[in-house]
C-alpha cells in the first residue's frame, strides 16, 4: 500500500522498498475529481449532468468513415509519429483560412492522443522546475496539475464577473491585476475560449490584451480551443494566434471529440510554428509516439467533409453551434422555472447555475459549499453537476454557490434533468 510523501513504499506483508518509493512530484495528486463525481453518480443513479460528454449518437457520416475507413491497409499499420498524412494535410486545409496563414502540415501540426495529451505535452515541453505558468481561473483542472508535476508555479488571475454576473461574457480580466501576475519567472500562459466552465467568449480585444502583455514579457501562449465548433449561432469565436505577434509564440489545442460529439475517440492536436510543436513532438514521441492510426483515418474524412460543406446547412460545424444552443435553452428553461439565476454560455457544453435559492445549508468550516450541494443534489435529486470551486486554485470565494452542468446531451436525458430541476425545490 502506498503511504504518505515521507514514508516508503509498504508491500504486502508489511516489507517496505525505499528504492520503490513514488516521485515527490506526483504526490498530492492522486484524486481525479471526474473519476470521484463520475463514480458519485453512477453510485446513487443520478442523470449524469455533470461531466461533459455527449450521450446521443454520432453523425452517421462518421459511422460511414468508419466502415470505409477499415478497408484502408494502411490505416491499421503503425503511423508517422507527428501525424498521420492525410489528417495533418486536412487539418492544414481547414485552419489555413482561419488562421489567415498557411498552416505547414508536417511541421506545424502534431496530433496526440485526446487534446489532454497536447496540452500535457506543451506544458511539460516548456515548464522547468521554478517556472511561473499564468493560469486563468477558473480553469480546466489538469492545468495545474501539470504544472506542479512539472515543478513550476501556477500563478492565478481570476475571471470576474463585471456588470450582470448572468451573462458569461460579462466576466473579465482585471487588467492591472492580469499585468502584475507576469514576473521574470513567468515563462508560459494558458488561455481557454470558449472558456470551460463559464462558456464565455474572449473577444478580439481581449485577446490581443492578453497577446501584447506575453509579447511585452516574451511569454509562450498555450490556447486551449477545443470547443471552438461549440460557438452559438450569431457569436465568434477569436483566436489568440491570430492577434498581432501572437503566432510565433502560440500554441493552439483543438479536439476531434468535441469537433464531432464522440469524446471517447480521444484525438487531438496542436497547431504552432515549427520551432514550438517541434518541442511538443519530443514528448509525444517519448510517451505515446502516436495516436491510433485508424481513429486518425477516420477524422480526416471527416474534417474533408467538412472543408467541402463548408458554410452548408448539411455541414456538422453549420448544425453543431444550434444543437449546443438548443441544449443549453431546454437547461435555462428549467432553471428559469425552477428560480435559479444561471450564468448563460455563448459557446461550449456548459452551463453555471447559481444554488443560492434552494436554501440549503451547509457547514462549510471544512468543506466548499458547492461541493457539498452537488453530493446532496446527487444523492437526494439525483442530479449530478460538478462543484464550481473545484476549478479554482485560489480565488474560490468567486466560486460562491455554483455549480456546473452539461447541456451536451440527447434530448431524453436533458428532459429529464430538466424534469428534476423543474421540481428541485419540492
Known sequence: MLKTATQQLCLHGGRCLSSLSPAQRIIGHEKNLWVEY?????????????????????????KDAWSEA??????HWYTRGQGY???????????????????????????????????????TAFTDPGDEVILIEPHFDSYSVVVEVCGGKPVYVPLKPEGDPRNANNWVLDKAEFEGAFSSKTKLLMV?????????????????FIARTCEKHNVLIISDEVYE????????????????????????????????????????????????????????????????????????????????LKGHEDAYHTQLPQIMRDGCNQIMAA?????????????????????????????????????????????????????????????????????????????GTLKTGGDIIRDIKQ
Request: glycine residues 8%.
Open 335 to 411: 432553471c428559469k422555472d425552477a428560480g435559479l439565476d444561471v450564468v448563460e454560455p455563448f459557446g461550449g457544453y456548459f452551463i453555471l447555475v447559481d444554488t443560492s435559492p434552494l436554501g440549503l445549508e451547509f457547514d462549510t468550516s471544512q468543506t466548499e459549499y458547492d461541493i457539498q450541494c452537488v453530493h446532496w443534489l446527487t444523492e437526494h435529486k439525483k442530479l449530478a453537476g460538478i462543484p464550481l470551486s473545484l476549478f479554482f486554485g485560489k480565488n474560490k470565494h468567486i466560486s460562491e454557490k455554483y455549480i456546473r452542468l452539461c447541456f451536451a446531451k440527447s434530448e
Open 229 to 308: 465548433r461549440c460557438v452559438f449561432p450569431g457569436h465568434e469565436h477569436h483566436r489568440i494566434a491570430t492577434a498581432p505577434g501572437a503566432w510565433e509564440r502560440t500554441i493552439t489545442v483543438g479536439s476531434a471529440g468535441k469537433s464531432f460529439s464522440m469524446t471517447g475517440y480521444k484525438l487531438g492536436w496542436a497547431i504552432g510554428p515549427e520551432e514550438l510543436i517541434s518541442k511538443l513532438q519530443t514528448v509525444h514521441q517519448t510517451a505515446v509516439y502516436s495516436a491510433p492510426t485508424i481513429l486518425q483515418e477516420v477524422i480526416a474524412r471527416c474534417v474533408e467533409r467538412e472543408i467541402e
Open 70 to 75: 477499415v478497408n484502408v491497409p494502411s490505416a
Open 192 to 208: 481557454n475560449t470558449p472558456h470551460n466552465p463559464i462558456g464565455k467568449l474572449f473577444s478580439a480585444e481581449e485577446m490581443e
Open 38 to 62: 463520475s463514480a458519485l453518480a453512477i453510485r446513487h443513479q443520478a442523470v449524469n449532468l455533470g461531466q461533459g460528454f455527449p450521450d446521443f449518437p454520432p453523425p452517421d457520416f462518421l
Open 85 to 123: 498524412p492525410r489528417l495533418v494535410n486536412a487539418l492544414s486545409d481547414l485552419y489555413s483560412p482561419e488562421f489567415g496563414r498557411t498552416i505547414n502540415p508536417m511541421s506545424e501540426i502534431m496530433t496526440s492522443v485526446g487534446a489532454y495529451e497536447s496540452l500535457y505535452a506543451a506544458l
